[in-house]
C-alpha cells in the first residue's frame, strides 16, 4: 500500500498516485484525505478505483492550493490501512499581478 509521488509537481501540470493494496481480501473501499480532510468530489482532484485493490488520484493542473500530504485509506472487513505522501512543487508559482497593474 505505500505509494510515493514519482516527483515533485509542476505548475499547471498532471500528477497522479497510486494505492495499491498488496495483501488481504476484498472487497477493500478506499478514500482519499488531502491535509487530513476528505478530498471532496467537487474538488479539483479525482479518484478513481481502477481495480478492486487499486485507486488513482489525479490533479489535472497542479496549483499551490494542491500542495500538502495526501492520504490513502484502504479498509476491509479485517481492518484499515493508511499511508500518506507529501506533494511537492518544482518551481515557484506564478506571480500575481497587483490590482490595476494590466
Not at 499547471?12 to 478514500?31: E, I, L, M, N, Y
Not at 490533479?59 to 492550493?65: G, L, N, Q, R, W
Amino acid at each position: 500500500m505505500p505509494f510515493s509521488f514519482s516527483r515533485n509537481a509542476v505548475m499547471g501540470r498532471k500528477s497522479s498516485v497510486t494505492c495499491a493494496v498488496s495483501s488481504g481480501q476484498g472487497p477493500f473501499r478506499f478514500s482519499w484525505l488531502h491535509d487530513g480532510k476528505p478530498l471532496d468530489s467537487r474538488g479539483r482532484a479525482t479518484v478513481k478505483v481502477v481495480t478492486d485493490d487499486i485507486s488513482v488520484m489525479t490533479i489535472d493542473s497542479v496549483t499551490a492550493e494542491d500542495l500538502g500530504n495526501y492520504t490513502c485509506v484502504v479498509s476491509n472487513p479485517a481492518g484499515t490501512g493508511i499511508h500518506t505522501a507529501a506533494l511537492h512543487v518544482e518551481g515557484k508559482p506564478p506571480l500575481e499581478r497587483a490590482p490595476g497593474n494590466a
